[in-house]
């Protein structure tokens, strides 16, 4: 596992990567509310994908799901803009042109691939800490892009850190630990609203459940996107 940081690069502080063959940008608050109900965000997110050339971008339906959906099975919502049809965590894509805009908090984005194809993912706590038995979004992405997850690889972007986010002392804490490890579950936040909760760093437990899942090359982008000024 290898490690970067995330700081702002382009205008608007709008975080700007390459990854394999993959162009991944954060616009933090920059483009606005872009929840898909807000007037405008279809248009925002249009503008957002036209700027780097793409003439068509995909919207999933998030919902902490584990669901994978194909990047073509969804419906036009508005010029060059498609909502996924079904409920789906991870977008599946296999060739250039396409754009997924997911309209985010502080979860963390990942970004799945191999030579061929590649599954843009959701990946907030609840999609990988599970108690329902089902495999996980990652798990399916995975599934989808061939089962060998040796051979593929898998990049973190920027979430909110655990110096800004974490939860109250309890049983969930201890569940979380439990699975996680005192890496992932500990230590106090030390800044916002949740200041003195106990510290839970999201990357980390999105991490140590790539590797449990064999992903074979995995990045981590570290930054706290709310020191980052790229959250609410």
């Not at 872009?34 to 279809?42: K, L, S, T």
């Not at 060998?148 to 002392?169: F, K, M, S, T």
Request: glycine share 16%; net charge positive.
């Amino acid at each position: 596992m290898s490690t970067e940081s995330t700081r702002p690069s382009g205008p608007g502080g709008v975080v700007a990567r390459r990854v394999g063959p993959l162009a991944f940008q954060h616009h933090g608050t920059a483009l606005g509310t872009c929840r898909a109900d807000h007037p405008g965000a279809f248009e925002r997110m249009r503008r957002a994908a036209a700027a780097v050339g793409l003439a068509r971008v995909v919207v999933p339906r998030l919902a902490f799901s584990t669901g994978v959906a194909d990047h073509t099975a969804s419906s036009e919502v508005a010029p060059g803009v498609f909502r996924v049809d079904a409920v789906a965590d991870g977008v599946w894509l296999d060739g250039p042109g396409t754009g997924v805009a997911i309209a985010n908090g502080d979860c963390t984005i990942g970004l799945l691939y191999s030579e061929r194809a590649a599954v843009v993912l959701h990946l907030g706590r609840a999609c990988v800490h599970r108690r329902d038995g089902q495999p996980t979004v990652l798990a399916r992405a995975i599934e989808r892009l061939g089962g060998d997850a040796g051979a593929l690889r898998l990049w973190l972007g920027g979430a909110i850190g655990p110096c800004c986010h974490g939860y109250p002392p309890g049983p969930f804490v201890d569940e979380l630990r439990a699975r996680w490890g005192r890496a992932a579950v500990g230590g106090r936040v030390r800044w916002g609203p949740r200041k003195g909760q106990v510290a839970c760093d999201h990357q980390a437990v999105v991490a140590a459940h790539a590797l449990n899942l064999g992903v074979g090359h995995l990045q981590v982008a570290r930054g706290c996107t709310a020191c980052a000024g790229l959250s609410d």
